[in-house]
Nanobody
Framework: QVQLVESGGGLVQPGGSLRLSCAAS????????MGWYRQAPGKERELVAV???????NYADSVKGRFTISRDNAKNTVYLRMNSLKPEDTAVYYC?????????????WGQGTQVTVSS
C-alpha cells in the first residue's frame, strides 16, 4: 500500500506564493508519474501539473508560467510551487501518484489541501 501526505496549503493574498508538498511512503518499488489536481466548489477535478519519472512536465494552460512542479526521487516527494496566485486558483489541491508497490501498479491520491486566494 502507498500513503500520500500533503502539506503547504493555506490562505494567501492575490499575487502571493505557496509551495505544496506531497510525500509518498509505503511498500513502493518505483514511482512513475506524480501530479497535482485541483477541485473548486461546484467544478470537476482538473489536472494542474504532472511530472514523469524522467522529469518531463505538463501544465494546465491556466497555470503555465506561474506554477512549477518538481520532484525529489530520493524522498518520493513531489512539489508544486505556485506564484502570482489568483482568486480563481482557490480550490482543494490533490496529489496523485502512479506507483508500483507490493500490490502491483496503482494510482493513489492524497487527502487534499485547501488553497484559498483572497484579500
Amino acid at each position: 500500500q502507498v500513503q500520500l501526505v500533503e502539506s503547504g496549503g493555506g490562505l494567501v493574498q492575490p499575487g502571493g506564493s505557496l509551495r505544496l508538498s506531497c510525500a509518498a511512503s509505503g511498500s513502493i518499488f518505483s514511482i512513475n508519474a506524480m501530479g497535482w489536481y485541483r477541485q473548486a466548489p461546484g467544478k470537476e477535478r482538473e489536472l494542474v501539473a504532472v511530472i514523469t519519472s524522467g522529469g518531463m512536465t505538463n501544465y494546465a494552460d491556466s497555470v503555465k508560467g506561474r506554477f512549477t512542479i518538481s520532484r525529489d526521487n530520493a524522498k518520493n516527494t513531489v512539489y508544486l510551487r505556485m506564484n502570482s496566485l489568483k482568486p480563481e486558483d482557490t480550490a482543494v489541491y490533490y496529489c496523485n501518484v502512479q506507483a508500483v508497490a507490493t500490490t502491483g501498479w496503482g494510482e493513489y491520491w492524497g487527502q487534499g489541501t485547501q488553497v484559498t486566494v483572497s484579500s
